[in-house]
């Protein structure tokens, strides 16, 4: 059976898949940072109470697999997740102590519903390595 979520008036199971890149599409995201950027990231979606159920850090982007509460509309979720994962790893990884012109990412995002097909959609975020180094093909149909 499917797992749904509730709050006081609604029951929802709202999944998105969700691929932020930096600025400029740079090969950044590698040693300290990739390994800091994902309990960053849990840490924010723990604040609004969205769920991270899924997350790879590739160099030049980051996948995820969210489960957003209705009350929050997808644009606003990757808004908040992005300007302020940019602050934290200009203040906190990179050291950079300015109070304006912390941009870490891209000005766009893909986005896509999960649906029923979740698992499918986890498991290819989680063989993002193996794709990229083309060792094998995952077959999302």
Same mark, same amino acid.
């Given at each position: 059976?499917?797992?749904?979520q ?15 890149? &930096? *600025? ?6 590698? !040693?300290? /940072? =990739?390994? @800091?950027?994902?309990? #960053?990231?849990? %840490?924010?979606c ?23 509460? &209705? *009350? ?6 990757? !808004?908040? /997740? =992005?300007? @302020?994962?940019?602050? #934290?790893?200009? %203040?906190?990884?990179?050291?950079e ?45």
């Amino acid at each position: 059976m499917h797992d749904w979520q509730s709050l006081s008036h609604v029951r929802w199971d709202c999944k998105y898949h969700v691929v932020i890149v &930096p *600025k400029y599409r740079k090969k950044v995201i590698y !040693g300290k /940072l =990739k390994r @800091k950027i994902g309990p #960053l990231l849990r %840490r924010l979606c723990q604040q609004r109470g969205i769920e991270l159920l899924e997350g790879h850090a590739m160099s030049d982007h980051i996948h995820m697999c969210l489960s957003v509460p &209705p *009350k929050f509309s997808i644009a606003q979720t990757i !808004g908040y /997740l =992005k300007g @302020k994962s940019a602050v #934290l790893i200009h %203040r906190q990884l990179l050291n950079e102590r300015r109070l304006t012109g912390l941009s870490f990412w891209a000005t766009g995002y893909c986005v896509s519903t999960v649906g029923l097909d979740e698992a499918a959609v986890r498991q290819y975020i989680r063989e993002q390595d193996i794709l990229e180094s083309g060792q094998g093909e995952l077959d999302l149909k």
